[in-house]
């Protein structure tokens, strides 16, 4: 395989592999060395592939110059349409903000006949049932999640029970009837899940834990599904 087919075939890969991704992963899907894949990484960032993780993390593809709106399929454009507007049920409102700015940005850069099908989707999102409005919190804990930056906050139990933690925030999961957030909690030693609407207060602290969070939540996840099968 030349070197520029291994470029596309891996771009394909980290386009459509659960992320974050293992080094060994790719490299024994491209039937290559660690150190070539590597060396095929920094390629790709230099090109300007937005590529964030490092040996021994995992890899996530955040963003990729390869990939133009204009090449959507019809479907693909319905899977847009359908998971932005799950957004609008789902969010807080500057996660609904973004959605519909995403939205405008995606469809100005199609072609018309392309417009029209997202403008004209077949597919709809409509829920009886609206999940509970994100608490106001949701904001801090994106932003912490995505610096890297551990928070302090005290949390009640389901008894009412209130407790001070300090906790290294790794994903916030949308749920059928609440909000989620997947932590590593440094009171208890292990990791924890936490119930949004439970958080009575929360700050940002001084401490970093980068770049640690995509091993840990692949870890917790990991950790979850064991359970899970068990």
Partial sequence: MSKSDR??????????LPQPIAAHVLADQLEVSERTLYRDIDTLRAGGALIDGAPGLG???TEDPALP???FTQLEVEALVLGLAHVRFAGDAALVDAAEGAMAKVVAS???RVQRQAAHAVLQVYKYNRPPEPPPVIGVIRQACWDERALDMFYADAGGVLTERRIFPLSIVFVEESHMLLAWCCLRQDFRKFILSRIRAVSRSDESFRPRRVAMLRDM??????????
Avoid at 7 to 16: A, E, G, K, Q
Avoid at 221 to 230: D, N
């Fill in 69 to 71: 709106p204009q090449m």
């Fill in 7 to 16: 470029l596309f075939r891996l771009l394909h890969l980290m386009r459509t």
């Fill in 221 to 230: 996840i990991a950790q979850m599904s064991t359970a899970q099968r068990a």
């Fill in 59 to 61: 890899y996530t593809l």
């Fill in 110 to 112: 199609l072609p018309e």
